[in-house]
């Protein structure tokens, strides 16, 4: 299969879509992206690389931090995370409120906002905020061998200037004793993890390890159990696109995780990891090009989880 022209087809294929999706502004400054930026890298586990568009280019991962992040809180805790945070997928929008009150604050997964907040909060313990944000980082540097990922700090800023919704998650959980520290730290580690810019390139090469067992294929080196990477995968499947979850698995049929500037992080187990970026959403928040893209792939290949 020759990737390199199948991801440069689907380009130049969705060039020709017209794109109706809308770039989140809910984040002031996620708003100031060029809407039209489109890029894809996929990265195999034998060390081979393709890349198509704007592949190079560091954009806001958002809520695919959210992959790295739980990654670290079960290396942290263990199993022990689950009595903190739910594994079902929530059929409500990210940054919802409503199943907090009836399920007495423990979020139904890790990747909606109240579930991202507490695994920030679970790696925030022994921390202060900073070495804790600095933690997350040097994992992506580790996981890419590439020092120059860094947060956008004005998305930060951004996001701590505008996240009326997260901190009404955050004081409501912590009304449960579900978020354990001050309120501003666990949410400072939050919103600076989501601030984190990378492009399709690193990103792919980050996922990798989900990819191939748990092991990093470039350095060799075992970033989780396999048992545990396949468990990422799953939640990552029944829970990574929001309230769309389910038609992404229907459509495109591979473990994603989407944030909302536009990036999706897909898994091959057994062959590669894909990043797409186009910063226009659909209605649930995940990227439209973005999504069209991984599911013209998978077609093509015949990538799935499900034979
Ligand atoms: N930082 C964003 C928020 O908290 C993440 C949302 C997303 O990417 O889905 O709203």
Known sequence: MDIQKLI???AQALSRYPNDGKVADYIPQLARV???HFGIAVADVDGRLFTTGDAEIPFSIQSVSKVFTLTLALGRVGDHLWKRVGREPSGSPFNS???LEAEHGIPRNPFINAGAIVIADVLLSGHQPKACIAEILHFLRELTGDFSIAIDPAVARSEQETGF???ALANYMQSF???THPVEHTLGVYF???AIAMSCVQLARAGLYLANNGVNPTTGFRVVTRERARRINALMMTCGHYDASGDFAFRVGLPGKSGVGGGILAI???????AVWSPRLNKNGNSLFGSLALEMIAEK?????FG
Not at 301 to 305: F, I, K, V, Y
């Open 8 to 10: 440069d087809d689907v």
């Open 34 to 36: 060029d809407p039209d």
């Open 97 to 99: 409120i409503v199943q």
């Open 165 to 167: 919704r997260n901190r």
């Open 177 to 179: 004793k579900n978020i």
């Open 192 to 194: 600076h993890h989501c």
């Open 268 to 274: 091959v187990p057994g062959q590669a990891a894909i």
């Open 301 to 305: 290949t015949g990538w799935s989880t």
